[in-house]
């Protein structure tokens, strides 16, 4: 799966917060920026990527994610569940972070360190906790050759987000969907099931520009496209890297 991709929540942004029995632990981060360049020859031009630096474009989505998912929640929900979903957002970036490394046990064990934690029992809390959180455990499923669970976990994370979406109003996560879905597209490539990932992929790149019937997923109603921005930087440097996935494994 790809780089900061496939974890689900914040993609760089860190938060401070005391929440009680939460594990003490380092929160530092890797990420490589990258500028894109001009698509291959052939390509589409809408599907260009946008140049820029993709990590300074990371830290400003993940800074958007956690305001609009604050803004969402915080008139449902006392502040300390609210911090809570945040916080445990930020173990489940760290745990990726080890998993994007190839440590597939610190990624575990990062995320088994907030087992005890009491989550209240409200289901947009809950929803919330499990698009940040099943991502990483695909990659660690991935990482330890669970290919068809991780794709399952993934597709979990894409179904909790369209229910956060279409429940609850959070309005901001058609990135999140793209990315999620473009980690199924990668899980696909990977286990060999490359008419599946072509067919994937040429969708994903229809929806972000616009056409959020190519979905290939339930409740398109649930996004908001074309992407502009920031967004449409991350989703369309995903979606190169995963045409040259499929190719190199053509």
Not at 120 to 130: D, K, N
Not at 199 to 210: F, H, I, K, T
């Amino acid at each position: 799966m790809s780089g900061t991709s496939v974890v689900a929540g914040p993609l760089g942004c860190r938060h401070t917060a005391k929440v009680d029995r939460l594990p003490s632990g380092d929160s530092s981060e890797s990420s490589t920026a990258t500028t894109v360049g001009a698509a291959p020859a052939g390509r589409d031009p809408r599907r260009v990527a946008l140049p820029g630096d993709l990590r300074t474009a990371e830290i400003e989505i993940a800074r958007e994610y956690d305001r609009h998912q604050f803004a969402a929640m915080i008139g449902r929900h006392d502040a300390e569940a609210v911090m809570l979903v945040r916080v445990l957002g930020d173990f489940h970036h760290r745990a990726a972070t080890h998993a994007k490394n190839g440590d597939a046990r610190g990624a575990r064990a990062t995320l088994e360190a907030t087992r005890d934690v009491v989550v209240p029992t409200e289901r947009e809390v809950e929803l919330a906790i499990a698009v940040s959180e099943q991502p990483v455990w695909a990659l660690i499923d991935w990482l330890e050759g669970r290919p068809t669970a991780a794709r399952a976990r993934l597709v979990s994370a894409i179904e909790a987000a369209i229910s956060l979406v279409l429940q609850y109003s959070h309005g901001y996560l058609t990135g999140k969907l793209l990315h999620l879905a473009a980690n199924v597209v990668r899980v696909d490539v990977s286990t060999g099931a490359l008419d599946r990932a072509r067919s994937g992929l040429d969708a994903l790149w229809d929806v972000q520009a616009g056409q959020a019937d190519r979905w290939p997923y339930d409740a398109e109603e649930a996004l908001k496209v074309p992407l502009q921005g920031q967004e449409a930087v991350i989703i369309r440097s995903q979606l190169d890297r995963l045409e040259a996935h499929l190719e190199a494994a053509r």
